[in-house]
């Protein structure tokens, strides 16, 4: 075995979204281009002797190649030791667990999450630092900086050694490097067994409360088999979609309504199980379903944070609740009962890991499905379930009757995210440009019903660290607090998706069972009307309305 020297140039657009480098399956497929990005993140790293480093994915295609490629210039710089999942398969908080319980200097997670797989599906990949949280942006745009610099990518370094053996548990060595191939699921199992009351929730299986878990065809399904099937005592079948496919089965693996409309209908027909959940690509999104009733993000969100006791990892009590600004603020209004601080942060996790690593706040959560807290530094999708199953079997509640006491209790926010997927990118760039030039004359406009009180470009200053991020997404928020926001989305490989939030608070309980659309089609028409959405794009309607 040699270690080669391979002369290269460097690629243009590898600049990592809000998770990572996302592109086409052919774009990661072309000579060099892989191997690039990952010299990118190894020149950012720096002496990686002695050091240990996780590797594993979501198994979508172009999965298994990777790693292999990765572990063999992982080698050709040096790494100690690299754990790696069994089959190339960890989920996106398992990596998050494995480095965080095992003490590792970071990690490299292969995933595009919830977007599509298969040969002509996405793949992506991002590095995770030593608190197991995405690497924050100071290191993202250092591997970018590397990715575009003619000499850092003169050539890259690599192995020629054989492929390692990614399916049988155990110790091989690589060059010099030690390479383990661990159980994905076992650290990552033991966790969820200390945060919640196992015997609680196989004692309410017992009684013969019945489930359906949706794995769309993606990493989860192991996890959730192996936790809610072997150790929780679930029948079999509950996992449906549980074997996870390189295309995913034809699925788009992002658990919303739509998406998962097998697990919504089997929940709205008779005879529906007591509970749905479901999850993403790589498992760290989220779906929480009741017989007729689709949680939203914001309001597990929320509900988790009010019943967080009911769980023996948070018998404590809570240190603060974070959000992603374009979540709704029902989880504000719990953070106030609660009297504890809720923070508003930009988009994607790693704004987060700050925060937490403060001992800042214990729970946080995004619009897009992802609930979590700082038991990893990651969005974690079977967590956010198993919280759940704890509060129904300690409360003895159905999620029609906890989410209805929620509201009761605290109001309800009418909430919903309206996606264009795969719009010209110079239109919605246009689009946005034109709402920023907007915003100083909205403040005390009266748009249909609304009278807006402000309206801005959300700015973040990180509490802990004093960074800045800026121009995070447009604002129009009205006096009695309800709101529209544009972004343009991080995680999309085409064209651009251009998004837009829609929120309105009703305290009054006789008000709680309006269909949301309808409660938000006031503020849909002047979201329309103030961004020009359908004209500058030529969309009448939008692809997904979650």
């Not at 492929?163 to 650290?187: C, F, K, N, W, Y």
């Not at 779906?287 to 009733?293: A, E, F, H, K, L």
Request: with cysteine; aromatic share 8%; net charge negative.
């Amino acid at each position: 075995m040699t270690i080669q020297t391979v002369a290269t140039k460097p690629f243009a657009g590898q600049r990592p979204g809000t998770s990572g480098l996302r592109k086409k399956v052919t774009e990661f497929q072309q000579p060099g281009y892989l191997e690039n990005f990952v010299e990118a993140i190894f020149q950012t790293l720096g002496d990686l002797s002695g050091r240990t480093l996780v590797l594993g994915g979501d198994g979508r295609f172009f999965n298994r190649s990777a790693i292999q490629t990765i572990l063999r210039m992982a080698a050709a710089h040096g790494v100690a030791r690299m754990l790696v999942g069994r089959g190339g398969i960890l989920s996106t908080p398992a990596v998050s667990c494995v480095i965080r319980k095992r003490a590792a200097f970071g990690g490299i997670v292969l995933s595009a999450s919830h977007n599509p797989g298969g040969p002509d599906g996405d793949f992506g990949i991002k590095y995770n630092i030593d608190n197991g949280g995405p690497a924050p942006e100071k290191i993202t745009e250092a591997i970018f900086a590397n990715t575009q610099s003619a000499q850092a990518m003169s050539s890259y370094r690599i192995s020629d050694a054989p492929p390692v053996d990614l399916d049988t548990i155990g110790m091989s060595t690589l060059e010099h490097m030690q390479v383990e191939v661990i159980d994905p699921v076992a650290d990552y199992a033991e966790l969820m067994g200390r945060l919640f009351d196992f015997d609680a929730i196989r004692a309410l299986f017992a009684r013969g409360f019945t489930m359906k878990f949706d794995g769309m065809s993606a990493v989860s399904g192991p996890y959730a088999k192996a936790i809610l099937e072997g150790m929780l005592g679930a029948p079999a079948g509950t996992v449906m979609n549980g074997e996870p496919l390189e295309d995913f089965g034809g699925h788009h693996p992002d658990p919303n309504p739509v998406n998962a409309a097998e697990l919504i209908a089997l929940m709205s027909g008779a005879g529906a199980p007591d509970f749905g959940a479901a999850s993403d690509g790589d498992a760290d999104r989220n779906m929480i379903v009741g017989r007729s009733i689709a949680v939203t993000p914001s309001d597990s969100l929320a509900i988790i944070a009010a019943n967080a006791t009911l769980a023996p990892g948070y018998a404590g009590g809570i240190k603060g609740i974070a959000r992603s600004m374009p979540t709704s603020g029902a989880a504000d209004r719990v953070a106030k009962a609660l009297d504890i601080p809720c923070f508003e942060t930009p988009t994607g996790w790693k704004y987060f890991g700050n925060l937490m690593d403060a001992g800042l706040v214990t729970l946080c959560g995004e619009e897009s499905y992802g609930t979590g807290s700082d038991h990893v530094r990651e969005k974690d999708g079977l967590w956010a379930v198993l919280f759940w199953l704890n509060m129904l079997a300690a409360t003895g509640k159905s999620v029609e009757q906890l989410v209805g006491e929620h509201w009761a209790r605290f109001g309800r926010n009418y909430y919903s995210r309206h996606d264009y997927e795969a719009v010209d990118a110079a239109a919605a760039d246009t689009m946005m440009a034109a709402l920023r030039e907007k915003l100083p004359t909205l403040a005390g406009q009266v748009l249909g019903e609304f009278r807006v009180a402000q309206a801005d470009d959300f700015v973040y200053t990180d509490p802990v660290d004093g960074s800045v991020a800026s121009r995070q997404g447009v604002r129009i928020i009205m006096t009695d607090g309800s709101r529209i926001v544009f972004r343009l989305s991080g995680t999309g490989t085409e064209g651009a998706t251009v998004r837009v939030y829609l929120e309105r608070y009703e305290a009054d309980p006789a008000r709680h069972a309006q269909d949301t659309q309808q409660a938000l089609s006031g503020l849909a028409a002047i979201a329309d009307d103030v961004s020009g959405l359908r004209q500058r794009t030529g969309r009448q309607t939008p692809s997904v309305v979650t």
